[in-house]
């Protein structure tokens, strides 16, 4: 699936200044969660649930799609190290910004962290069979942790597994380099030559 080239490995250096320009402190680890253009409930009920579990070194920033802002802040009230927006522009930067990202597994949002290559948390909608199938095919590479709908709201497991996570760089970049494998930075060429390609026979 073709994306934008700019979805390509941040430095550590560049990824600090994106923290900065999204008003999160730098020396702090960043989650970022978000469910696609009209959100999910679920997820968004899950980071206000998490988020006081990780202690204020870690901060949660939820992108919670259209009409799920109210719901996500009074649910994230006296919350200091959870964010919510209903929408951002430029969800590029905040993916480049983040320590780990939890999404929906769409085909379009693995592309995009494969090529960034971040460390990710897929939870596929249980009612499309193309998530269920993308998060079968990234778990078995070992490129994404798959988290189920129903298992989100077991709030203990889910602090357990994002700090297994955040605790080891190991670990992290084992993730974040098995799903960058996945990552097609030619794709857009690539598919142009196919397209190409006959009328030149």
Do not use: W
């Amino acid at each position: 699936m073709p994306i934008d080239q700019k979805y390509s490995p941040v430095s550590t250096q560049k990824q600090l200044e994106f923290k900065n320009a999204l008003g999160i402190d730098s020396s702090k680890q960043l989650i970022l969660a978000f469910g696609g253009g009209l959100g999910s409930t679920v997820i968004n009920d899950a980071m206000a649930s998490l988020a006081p579990t990780l202690g204020e070194s870690i901060v949660i920033y939820n992108i919670t799609g259209k009409g799920n802002i109210e719901r996500a802040k009074e649910k994230g009230v006296g919350i200091a190290n959870y964010r919510a927006e209903e929408f951002v522009y430029g969800l590029h930067d905040a993916m480049a910004a983040a320590d780990l990202v939890i999404t929906r597994a769409s085909a379009t949002a693995l592309q995009e962290l494969a090529g960034l290559k971040r460390a990710t948390i897929a939870v596929p909608a249980s009612q499309l069979g193309d998530q269920q199938l993308n998060a079968k095919l990234f778990q078995e590479a070992n490129a994404v942790i798959v988290v189920r709908d129903e298992e989100l709201a077991d709030t203990s497991s889910l602090t357990k597994t994002v700090q297994e996570i955040l605790h080891s760089p190991t670990h992290r970049e084992q993730l974040a380099e098995a799903l960058h494998v996945f990552a097609r930075p030619k794709a857009a060429s690539d598919l142009a030559t196919l397209i190409i390609a006959p009328n030149n026979g």
